[in-house]
């Protein structure tokens, strides 16, 4: 899945071409400058409304609750049709990626778009489908008798684990699935619960894995704590990339040269009382002699 919030960043006042890199793996990188506003915008931007603490769209099926002072944290949700219960929900720190939360609710959108009955959009599956992604990805994977999975990266700074769902989890709010990164800088858990599509689930994991670093001003290399976790590089757009107009005008700011300075007059030059005296020299007087 193309990156959702590229465009929207290279609108911020923060972008700035040459001091942008690019960082990964994904699960050890920060949310970056501006994340609530970047995914408040996306979602302005596809047509969702706006209240005081949350985001619905216009359906009214999915909503979104912004973090806040007593539980910064972001909640996804989703219901079968308006004004009814939630069906399924993700709850999750501010600190992931803003880029992993878009991709997640586009997919969500796109579960609803497609449902075969529009009446019951979320249908229940297998939610351990959804960490299909990591494997593919080369995270390691252990599973339980019992039919528990969990799956961790190379360096093990992340991990992911779903269970059997059961009515337990519904009563006492149990997730049925949970990830967490663990990197220095990047804290953060998942919970998905038991009635979560797996296609949501899948997007997640799909985004979190991914190969493609994200896009995070030079800042992070001062986190220091995290340095030997991070690949970083300079930011340069592939050949064939076009920047969007935002960024080349960002672009045009920071390499515009300054004007030299229009040098003094030296010595040599012809001083102003000499320039008119030869100029009236050779003008001709007009008077016959």
């Given at each position: 899945?193309?990156?959702?919030?590229?465009?929207?960043?290279?609108?911020?006042?923060?972008?700035?071409?040459?001091?942008?890199?690019?960082?990964?793996?994904?699960?050890?990188?920060?949310?970056?400058?501006?994340?609530?506003?970047?995914?408040?915008?996306?979602?302005?931007?596809?047509?969702?409304?706006?209240?005081?603490?949350?985001?619905?769209?216009?359906?009214?099926?999915?909503?979104?609750?912004?973090?806040?002072?007593?539980?910064?944290?972001?909640?996804?949700?989703?219901?079968?049709?308006?004004?009814?219960?939630?069906?399924?929900?993700?709850?999750?720190?501010?600190?992931?990626?803003?880029?992993?939360?878009?991709?997640?609710?586009?997919?969500?959108?796109?579960?609803?778009?497609?449902?075969?009955?529009?009446?019951?959009?979320?249908?229940?599956?297998?939610?351990?489908?959804?960490?299909?992604?990591?494997?593919?990805?080369?995270?390691?994977?252990?599973?339980?008798?019992?039919?528990?999975?969990?799956?961790?990266?190379?360096?093990?700074?992340?991990?992911?684990?779903?269970?059997?769902?059961?009515?337990?989890?519904?009563?006492?709010?149990?997730?049925?699935?949970?990830?967490?990164?663990?990197?220095?800088?990047?804290?953060?858990?998942?919970?998905?619960?038991?009635?979560?599509?797996?296609?949501?689930?899948?997007?997640?994991t799909r985004e979190l894995a991914?190969?493609?670093?994200?896009?995070?001003?030079?800042?992070?290399?001062?986190?220091?704590?995290?340095?030997?976790?991070?690949?970083?590089?300079?930011?340069?757009?592939?050949?064939?990339?076009?920047?969007?107009?935002?960024?080349?005008?960002?672009?045009?700011?920071?390499?515009?040269?300054?004007?030299?300075?229009?040098?003094?007059?030296?010595?040599?030059?012809?001083?102003?009382?000499?320039?008119?005296?030869?100029?009236?020299?050779?003008?001709?007087?007009?008077?016959?002699?």
């Open positions: 899945m193309p990156d959702l919030l590229r465009d929207l960043i290279e609108r911020q006042d923060w972008f700035d071409p040459p001091d942008m890199v690019t960082v990964g793996p994904r699960h050890v990188v920060g949310p970056g400058p501006g994340a609530e506003q970047l995914i408040v915008q996306f979602l302005l931007d596809r047509g969702w409304r706006q209240s005081e603490d949350r985001l619905t769209r216009h359906c009214g099926r999915l909503g979104v609750h912004r973090p806040d002072k007593a539980r910064h944290e972001w909640t996804l949700w989703g219901a079968q049709h308006r004004g009814a219960e939630i069906a399924w929900s993700l709850t999750v720190q501010a600190a992931l990626p803003p880029e992993i939360l878009a991709a997640t609710i586009a997919e969500a959108e796109a579960v609803l778009a497609e449902a075969p009955d529009p009446r019951e959009p979320f249908v229940r599956g297998i939610l351990a489908l959804g960490l299909l992604p990591l494997a593919r990805a080369g995270w390691t994977d252990d599973i339980t008798p019992r039919g528990a999975v969990t799956f961790r990266p190379p360096d093990r700074y992340a991990n992911a684990h779903v269970t059997v769902p059961s009515a337990l989890h519904e009563l006492r709010g149990k997730p049925a699935a949970t990830i967490a990164s663990y990197g220095p800088n990047s804290y953060w858990e998942a919970h998905f619960t038991a009635g979560t599509p797996s296609r949501v689930l899948a997007a997640f991914s190969p493609q670093p994200l896009l995070r001003t030079s800042a992070v290399r001062e986190l220091t704590f995290s340095a030997k976790l991070f690949t970083i590089n300079a930011f340069v757009p592939e050949a064939g990339e076009q920047l969007s107009p935002a960024a080349q005008a960002a672009r045009s700011r920071s390499t515009t040269p300054v004007p030299a300075p229009v040098a003094a007059a030296t010595g040599s030059a012809t001083p102003p009382a000499d320039a008119a005296r030869v100029a009236a020299e050779a003008e001709p007087s007009g008077r016959s002699r």
